[in-house]
């Protein structure tokens, strides 16, 4: 009889199993590093507590790590066996927005117009879980893990940006980047992929209209007021109607300041607003369409224009090998039936200058259930069940394994 041997490096060593056991045994550590987190934002490159407990952890477990990339970034360093066979990096995102809290968690937010309202202390306080599960085995495992703490998501021009600018990968070159993202429209327990092109292209928008100002009942023409609320309505026809593909262009104002008064009309109107964009051709052509909307338009109300318009994140792009492999492995750590490809979504994320230099990739972890009355993502009402923490902290741990093991 012939017996075939198995070379011992082919044969994965951690089980599914352990990653369970092994995320069940730290869950209350990253439930209340979530809370703490929760309770104490901070906003974009001002992440200095937060930033300061990330140390804290990482030198408790002895894991060595470089400082002060975009002021208040980390990369935390796990060298296992062999520690240049591998090398995975895993990202979290660490600020907050400029929300209010509006929900009743005991665990709420400390600060006035200061919230962690996308999730950022979900991502974070798992990374944190995933670097105790992964330092647990690395006598086990061969490469090299990177843990980026990587600050202002929310801002351009971004920490992954500014991180990367500074050669926060300085001596090591990643395999791949991963990186996760809870999300309120995906079922609680599910996890989702996708390959390619996964979110759009984002660009600022900052108009000023002049006009003349004086007596609301005494001005006739250039009405910078009237000038701006025609502006708006008309904008609206470059996603609604001149976009190539419905619903894969969002443009959108947040901010009009017209300082008059109930019979004053002022002499300008400051608008802000977001441009979102899949095709980088269209992207061009719909920011010369707005440009040139907005020139006509105030003329013909005797007025002029400011326009300043911000080149902000590019798309993210999953590389597509890396996404198959992701989904194989999920399915079997979380069954077919937890595993589904998401939509692309009219979301900026910065993580796509990431996605530009290192094969990447970016999934979504669903938050969505009946227990909890969550807003969506940026709301003032946003919140997680506390068992999703399971399901990011083991699902990046289990995908963390299995790419580092990978021929």
């Known amino acids: 009889m012939i017996i075939k041997t198995i070379p011992l490096a082919t044969i994965i060593m951690i089980t599914k199993d352990r990653i369970l056991d092994l995320t069940r045994k730290n869950i209350k550590l990253v439930q209340n590093s979530y809370k703490r987190l929760h309770q104490y934002p901070e906003l974009a490159f001002r992440e200095y507590e937060t930033s300061k407990y990330i140390r804290e952890e990482l030198k408790e477990l002895d894991i060595p790590f470089r400082e002060g990339y975009a002021k208040t970034g980390i990369l935390g360093v796990l060298r296992c066996k062999n520690p240049q066979k591998r090398i995975v990096a895993l990202r979290a995102d660490i600020d907050a927005l400029p929300v209010t809290e509006e929900t ?22 798992s990374l944190l879980g995933v670097i105790h599960i992964l330092n647990s085995l690395k006598d086990e495992l061969e490469g090299t893990f990177l843990f980026l703490f990587q600050p202002a998501e929310e801002k351009f021009p971004g920490g992954a ?67 701006s609320a025609v502006l708006l309505t008309r904008l609206q026809d470059i996603p609604a109607k001149l976009a190539p593909v419905k619903d894969e262009t969002v443009l959108v104002f947040g901010r009009l300041i017209a300082e008059g008064a109930m019979n004053v009309i002022p002499r300008k109107v400051e608008i802000d607003g977001t441009m979102r964009t899949l095709d980088t051709k269209w992207r061009q052509e719909a920011l010369d369409l707005l440009t040139g909307m907005v020139e006509k338009t ?110």
């Open 104 to 125: 009743d968690l005991p665990y709420k937010s400390h600060y006035e117009g200061v919230m962690h309202a996308c999730g950022h202390d979900a991502h974070t306080a």
């Open 298 to 407: 105030v003329a013909e109300y005797g007025c002029t224009s400011e326009i300043k318009i911000v080149r902000s994140y590019p798309s993210v792009i999953n590389d597509e090998q890396l996404t198959v492999r992701a989904e194989k492995y999920a399915v079997d750590f979380l069954g077919k039936e937890n595993v589904i490809t998401f939509e692309k979504q009219m979301t900026g994320e910065d993580f796509a200058y990431f996605s530009q230099l290192y094969p990447s990739l970016f999934y979504r972890v669903g938050t969505k259930n009946d227990r909890i009355k969550s807003g969506g993502l940026h709301s003032s009402v946003f919140a997680i069940d506390l068992d999703v923490l399971e399901t990011t902290t083991a699902t990046m741990a289990w995908l963390a394994v299995n790419f580092i093991e990978e021929k």
């Open 161 to 227: 940006k500014t991180m990367l600018d500074e050669n926060i990968f300085d001596g090591f070159t990643p395999d791949l980047v991963i990186a996760q993202h809870v999300s309120p429209l995906i079922e609680q327990g599910k996890v989702g992929f996708r390959s390619g092109l996964i979110s759009a292209a984002v660009d600022e928008i900052y108009l000023t209209i002049h006009g003349e100002g004086g007596h609301a009942a005494l001005l006739k023409d250039h009405n910078a007021v009237l000038a």
